[in-house]
């Protein structure tokens, strides 16, 4: 928390104007940077999308995913895909618990991995991220462990997180610079009975560090989690959220912890001990949801189950808060360069290119780049975008965008 006191001034204050290497005029390119007690206040002005010059090219270089044909080729439940040195894909195919590696040109290699509880298969393959030397992981979320394959698909090893001080079973969020697994940790109240408290509820998140051998746990600080609704019965527990109630994010950045509460119009950059180093003011506002947008979003989400079960999914999201208004982001992902981006809130129902402000490692925003629509974010590389995307028949693809970054020919 930061403290002010009228006795003496708190701060001094830096104008750094980016005008120069843009060529955006002095007031819409300047950023404001004060010191508040120690921490490094950053405050970016609203930008424009476009603005910093950098683009998504017109259509992907690579497309992997088919509606017919080849078996390795049609995608179901992808949960992520990683970029390897040499140009090869790793696709998470959470539908048939693999792994599938597609060449550079996108030609299927080989499949690892498959459903289980044994090693090196899965029962929810929920992440996948580049370990050191290469080598991937994969974070199997009903087993609670984390997988590693050498390059050529041999299981390495595979380890269960230590918990954390505060909080549930921790879950994988990423991997830092260092090796270490940032780490996220949530308990919902239990009643007499075991079994988890019904209704509204919003828990805070505990957040961590876990060592590469998956034993050596640090907290880090906490955050409040997501608005949930919660029913248990003696069979089953459920946990229902709507995408515009508030929730949070957290990713590494460089050797500090980016989090985001996601209805705050700013960032939280926390030191590995948990001190706040920075916070980062984004330039951006909160809209009110309006009613349209609110039933568009419960019919798109009670689609998807069968038709005896809307109801009774109607029911819920219908008595689940209305925010005050909607967040601000819904997405963390940090390139190969250190930048952190940041994906402004977008509806599902609203389709449409979605918006992401890119800042560098000192919270600066570089520029507002817009998205192809329907395309989800997995890996930003140095000249290029990997991830998803889901037509009107379903059909997933993994897909290459080309970037093009501010000052590039």
Request: charged share 20%.
């Amino acid at each position: 928390m930061l403290r002010h006191t009228p006795a003496a001034p708190l701060f001094a204050v830096a104008t750094f104007t980016l005008a120069a290497c843009t060529g955006e005029t002095p007031d819409a390119a300047t950023v404001l940077v004060r010191d508040s007690a120690g921490v490094t206040i950053v405050e970016n002005p609203t930008r424009p999308v476009g603005w910093g010059g950098w683009s998504v090219g017109p259509a992907p270089s690579l497309t992997i995913g088919a509606l017919e044909g080849d078996p390795a080729y049609q995608l179901f439940r992808v949960n992520g895909a990683i970029r390897l040195e040499d140009g090869r894909i790793a696709v998470l195919n959470a539908g048939t618990s693999q792994v599938r590696i597609y060449g550079p040109d996108g030609v299927h290699r080989s499949s690892w991995g498959g459903e289980g509880e044994g090693p090196g298969e899965f029962m929810n393959a929920a992440a996948i991220a580049r370990w050191a030397g290469d080598s991937v992981a994969v974070w199997d979320r009903r087993n609670g462990r984390l997988t590693l394959f050498d390059r050529a698909g041999r299981l390495g090893r595979s380890f269960v997180f230590s918990r954390l001080e505060d909080g549930g079973r921790p879950v994988f969020g990423a991997l830092t610079r260092d090796g270490s697994v940032l780490v996220s940790a949530v308990t919902f109240g239990v009643e007499g009975n075991g079994m988890p408290e019904n209704g509204v509820q919003r828990r805070e998140v505990a957040l961590g560090l876990v060592g590469a051998d998956g034993r050596s746990a640090t907290q880090i600080g906490s955050i409040p989690g997501p608005v949930v609704s919660i029913m248990a019965s003696a069979q089953s527990v459920n946990i229902w959220r709507s995408s515009y109630q508030p929730n949070f994010l957290v990713s590494p950045v460089g050797e500090y912890v980016a989090v985001s509460a996601t209805e705050l119009p700013f960032l939280r950059v926390l030191q590995r001990d948990g001190r706040l180093a920075r916070r980062v003011h984004l330039g951006e506002d909160n809209r009110v949801l309006a009613d349209s947008e609110r039933e568009a979003e419960i019919e798109q989400r009670i689609s998807a189950v069968p038709e005896e079960a809307q109801p009774g999914m109607r029911r819920v999201f219908q008595e689940l808060p209305i925010p005050d208004s909607l967040p601000i982001l819904d997405q963390l992902v940090t390139d190969d360069g250190g930048n952190l981006w940041a994906r402004l809130f977008h509806l599902p129902s609203q389709g449409g290119p979605t918006s992401w402000l890119v800042l560098d490692p000192d919270g600066r925003v570089m520029a507002k780049v817009e998205v192809p629509a329907g395309f989800d974010v997995y890996e930003i590389g140095a000249a290029y975008l990997l991830g998803k995307s889901t037509d009107d028949l379903d059909v997933e693809r993994v897909e290459l965008w080309p970037l093009r970054r501010g000052g590039e020919e």
